[in-house]
C-alpha cells in the first residue's frame, strides 16, 4: 500500500470528450493502444498503460492476440490500488479469429477476463469478421489453408455466443472491427443485440466516410485504430504505396500553426470529427500530450475542411495474411465492389 500513487501531473479525465453508446453507456473520446507491433514488449506496454491510467486515460484498447493481456490485467489492478476506480475505466477486449467456433467465445472472454483481473468487459470485438488467423509475427505472404471468405451464418453463430456475453453480464457492449457496408447490412438484419461500437482503421488519409457515416446513422459508435497512420507497424504491414499521414504537406503545416507534432493534427482530427482514437505509445511525453491533445487548442473549421481534402483512400492493415486460398488479393477482403466475395474472390 502507498506505492501507487496518481502522478502530480495527472489529466482529469473529465475534461476528455466523451461519446455516448446506444445504451447510453459513456465512452471515452481516446484512449490508449496496446498492440506492440512485435516491436514493442509486453511489459513496456504494461508499463504505460500503467502510468497511462494512473495519469488520466480511461479507455484501454486490449485484445487476446497482442499476447500482453496478463501483464495489462497487473497494470489495470496496480493502477486500482492507487484509487482509479472500476466504473470509471472503459476497457475493450477482442476475440481472436481461432476462436469463433461453438463453446470457443465464453472460454476466450473467460481467459481474457482472467488475464486482464477483471470480472466484466466494456466492449468485447469479434477482431475480425473471418475465422483466419496468422501465426504472430508471421511475414506478409503467410496463408493459412484452413483460411475462408466471409460466410454470414458461421459469423452469426460467433455472434449468438457474443450476444450470450451481454446476456451473461460478462460483457457490457458488444462490438464489429474490420467489418463493411455490406457485412454489417446483414449482421444488422440478424442480430438480437446489435454492435454498439464498430473499431474501424480511420487516420487522415484514410478517412472511410460511407462506411463511418453508415455507423453513426446506424446508432454505432466508432473507436479509430492507427489514428497517426501507425508509423511504427509490423513490416509486414508496409507497402512501397502507403503514404506517411504525419508527412502530409496539409498536416505538417497545421502542426507547425499549432507548434505541435503532427502526430496531434492526426488526433485533434480524429476527436472533432466525432470518434475516439486509440493512438499507441510507451513514451511518456507522447500519450501524456496525445491525452491531452482532445479537449486543449482545437483545430479552427477551416482547419478541419483542409484535412478533409486530404484523404488518399490508404488503407495501411490490408489484412493479407487473412487472404484464403482462391483469393485474388487483399481487396476482396473489404467487398470493394459492394458485394462480398465468395471463395474465388473477386479476380478470379
Ligand atoms: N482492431 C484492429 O484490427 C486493430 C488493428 C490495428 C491496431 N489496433 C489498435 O489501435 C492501436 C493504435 O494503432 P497503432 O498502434 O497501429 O498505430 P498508431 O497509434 O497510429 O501509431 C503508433 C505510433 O505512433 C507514434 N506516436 C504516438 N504518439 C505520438 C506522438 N504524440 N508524437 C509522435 N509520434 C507518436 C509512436 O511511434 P514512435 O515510437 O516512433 O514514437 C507509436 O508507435 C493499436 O495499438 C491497437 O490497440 C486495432
Redesign the pocket.
Known amino acids: 500500500m502507498g506505492e501507487h500513487v496518481i502522478p502530480t501531473d495527472a489529466i482529469d479525465p473529465s475534461l476528455v470528450p466523451q461519446r455516448t453508446l446506444y445504451t447510453g453507456a459513456k465512452m471515452p473520446g481516446l484512449g490508449i493502444?496496446?498492440?506492440g507491433?512485435d516491436r514493442f514488449s509486453a511489459q513496456d506496454i504494461a508499463d504505460a498503460v500503467e502510468d497511462a491510467i494512473k495519469s488520466g486515460y480511461r479507455l484501454v484498447?486490449c485484445a487476446a492476440c497482442y499476447g500482453n493481456e496478463d501483464l495489462i490485467g497487473i497494470a489495470i489492478e496496480n493502477a486500482m490500488k492507487a484509487g482509479v476506480k472500476r466504473e470509471d475505466l472503459f476497457i475493450t477486449s477482442?476475440l481472436w479469429n481461432d476462436m469463433h467456433g461453438k463453446g470457443d467465445v465464453l472460454y476466450s472472454v473467460a481467459k481474457t477476463l482472467k488475464d486482464l483481473r477483471l470480472d466484466y468487459l466494456d466492449l468485447y470485438f469479434v477482431?475480425w469478421p473471418f475465422p483466419n488467423y496468422h501465426p504472430p509475427g508471421c511475414d506478409a505472404d503467410t496463408r493459412n489453408p484452413l483460411s475462408r471468405p466471409y460466410i454470414h451464418e458461421e459469423f452469426m453463430e460467433c455472434w449468438r455466443q457474443m450476444e450470450r456475453l451481454v446476456e451473461m453480464g460478462l460483457v457490457k457492449h458488444i462490438g464489429v472491427?474490420?467489418v463493411t457496408i455490406p457485412k454489417l447490412e446483414l449482421i444488422l438484419r440478424d442480430c438480437k443485440i446489435k454492435p454498439a461500437v464498430n473499431?474501424m482503421e480511420l487516420?487522415p488519409c484514410f478517412q472511410q466516410p460511407e462506411l463511418y457515416d453508415y455507423c453513426k446513422k446506424n446508432g454505432i459508435e466508432i473507436i479509430g485504430?492507427?489514428?497517426?497512420?501507425?508509423?511504427?507497424?509490423p513490416d509486414r504491414d508496409k507497402t512501397q504505396d502507403d503514404i506517411a499521414d504525419i508527412e502530409v504537406p496539409e498536416v505538417v503545416e497545421i502542426a507547425k500553426a499549432h507548434g505541435v507534432?503532427p502526430?496531434?493534427i492526426c488526433l485533434k482530427w480524429a476527436v472533432q470529427r466525432g470518434h475516439s482514437p486509440?493512438?499507441?505509445?510507451i513514451?511518456r511525453n507522447?500519450y501524456m500530450?496525445?491525452l491531452r491533445c482532445s479537449f486543449e487548442d482545437p483545430l479552427t473549421e477551416e482547419e478541419l475542411k483542409v484535412l478533409a481534402t486530404v484523404d488518399k483512400n490508404c488503407r495501411l492493415?490490408k489484412g493479407q495474411v487473412f487472404l484464403w486460398e482462391g483469393a485474388g488479393s487483399w481487396e476482396d477482403l473489404w467487398d470493394l465492389n459492394g458485394e462480398i466475395p465468395g471463395w474465388n474472390g473477386y479476380s478470379k
Open positions: 493502444g496496446t498492440f507491433s484498447d477482442k477482431h472491427s474490420n473499431e487516420h485504430f492507427c489514428p497517426i497512420g501507425s508509423p511504427t507497424r507534432h502526430a496531434i486509440i493512438p499507441f505509445s513514451k507522447e500530450s496525445n492493415i
